[in-house]
């Protein structure tokens, strides 16, 4: 759902970058909040960061020639709140433009409100208010995730279609069911992979489990804050370095629905990028080149997470 530029018009870029600027000072301010209390913050972001990076690199067919791709705003939400999830997903979409031409810099104030604001801060109060209405235990709690991640999918491609709509790319009434219907169909792979994901973290380090999610997990081989980020980093390089190479090769849902509405010819892709469609020019070969661009791109997003995430949360308790 990656907005390219030449997509959204100008003003309304303009308008999504404050909007997204000022969510991120409010996010800055309520993650350094949460950090005075949780130990976890630092590293739990920082690996958060880097899976949701790696996972987006992970498309998969959803039929009719289209592919999805994970957003992980409800996900991160659900570990270290709203504020921590929106910039996580700030975080990766400004190394997916920059290095990897992967949504417009012009449009990233855009992609940031509609994945970052859209996804994971108005997201997270349905999240919270969904599991309130259901039964204690992990059934409910996981259930709780699986719905509002689809709705997460489904609220973004809706503000997506939107801000077409208001720059004159394709009518509302032809870019939002077209939007909506494509990713209402990637949300299941959205809900699935986020209740897989929190499981097994939850499973591993119980301890970063929120109070209101209203389960009892433990462990019997409970893994500590150094042994969570060893793990959770081997896993999102594996993921980008030998996993992404075997993703599917068919446009995503808004590369599909401007392809068929006939405004794919808008697009301004960014060819000066570093790693231009997550690929290393030197390298010949197509699957090394792309997990290379995977490898490196994850360990970018995590020391610029951990670094970050350091910096926000500035008590001693939020790092190791």
């Given at each position: 759902?990656?907005?390219?530029?030449?997509?959204?018009?100008?003003?309304?870029?303009?308008?999504?970058?404050?909007?997204?600027?000022?969510?991120?000072?409010?996010?800055?301010?309520?993650?350094?909040?949460?950090?005075?209390?949780?130990?976890?913050?630092?590293?739990?972001?920082?690996?958060?960061?880097?899976?949701?990076?790696?996972?987006?690199?992970?498309?998969?067919?959803?039929?009719?020639?289209?592919?999805?791709?994970?957003?992980?705003?409800?996900?991160?939400?659900?570990?270290?709140?709203?504020?921590?999830?929106?910039?996580?997903?700030?975080?990766?979409?400004?190394?997916?433009?920059?290095?990897?031409?992967?949504?417009?810099?012009?449009?990233?104030?855009?992609?940031?409100?509609?994945?970052?604001?859209?996804?994971?801060?108005?997201?997270?109060?349905?999240?919270?208010?969904?599991?309130?209405?259901?039964?204690?235990?992990?059934?409910?709690?996981?259930?709780?995730?699986?719905?509002?991640?689809?709705?997460?999918?489904?609220?973004?491609?809706?503000?997506?279609?939107?801000?077409?709509?208001?720059?004159?790319?394709?009518?509302?009434?032809?870019?939002?069911?077209?939007?909506?219907?494509?990713?209402?169909?990637?949300?299941?792979?959205?809900?699935?992979?986020?209740?897989?994901?929190?499981?097994?973290?939850?499973?591993?380090?119980?301890?970063?489990?929120?109070?209101?999610?209203?389960?009892?997990?433990?462990?019997?081989?409970?893994?500590?804050?150094?042994?969570?980020?060893?793990?959770?980093?081997?896993?999102?390089?594996?993921?980008?370095?030998?996993?992404?190479?075997?993703?599917?090769?068919?446009?995503?849902?808004?590369?599909?629905?401007?392809?068929?509405?006939?405004?794919?010819?808008?697009?301004?892709?960014?060819?000066?990028?570093?790693?231009?469609?997550?690929?290393?020019?030197?390298?010949?070969?197509?699957?090394?080149?792309?997990?290379?661009?995977?490898?490196?791109?994850?360990?970018?997003?995590?020391?610029?997470?951990?670094?970050?995430?350091r910096s926000v949360c500035a008590s001693k308790r939020a790092?190791?």
């Open positions: 759902m990656h907005i390219p530029d030449g997509f959204v018009s100008d003003p309304v870029n303009a308008a999504m970058g404050v909007v997204a600027v000022v969510a991120l000072a409010a996010s800055v301010r309520g993650l350094r909040k949460e950090s005075a209390t949780k130990t976890f913050i630092a590293p739990v972001f920082a690996v958060l960061a880097t899976f949701i990076f790696a996972a987006q690199m992970l498309n998969f067919p959803i039929g009719g020639g289209t592919s999805g791709h994970f957003l992980g705003a409800v996900m991160a939400a659900a570990v270290l709140g709203p504020w921590g999830a929106c910039l996580a997903l700030a975080l990766v979409l400004g190394v997916q433009g920059v290095l990897f031409g992967d949504g417009g810099m012009l449009a990233l104030g855009s992609n940031i409100v509609n994945m970052g604001v859209v996804g994971g801060i108005l997201a997270y109060p349905v999240l919270r208010k969904m599991r309130s209405f259901l039964p204690d235990g992990a059934v409910g709690f996981y259930l709780a995730v699986g719905v509002t991640s689809w709705l997460s999918i489904v609220a973004a491609s809706a503000a997506c279609a939107i801000e077409l709509a208001v720059s004159g790319t394709s009518a509302l009434d032809v870019a939002l069911p077209a939007m909506v219907g494509t990713h209402a169909l990637i949300g299941f792979g959205e809900a699935a992979v986020s209740v897989v994901a929190l499981a097994a973290l939850f499973k591993g380090a119980p301890s970063v489990q929120p109070a209101w999610a209203k389960m009892s997990l433990s462990s019997s081989f409970p893994v500590n804050e150094k042994r969570l980020v060893a793990v959770g980093l081997a896993l999102a390089l594996v993921l980008a370095a030998f996993v992404s190479p075997f993703a599917s090769g068919f446009p995503d849902g808004l590369e599909k629905v401007a392809e068929d509405k006939g405004f794919i010819s808008a697009a301004v892709s960014d060819v000066t990028a570093p790693f231009a469609d997550y690929q290393v020019a030197a390298v010949s070969s197509e699957t090394l080149s792309t997990g290379l661009a995977g490898l490196v791109g994850s360990l970018l997003v995590f020391g610029v997470a951990f670094g970050s995430g790092s190791f």
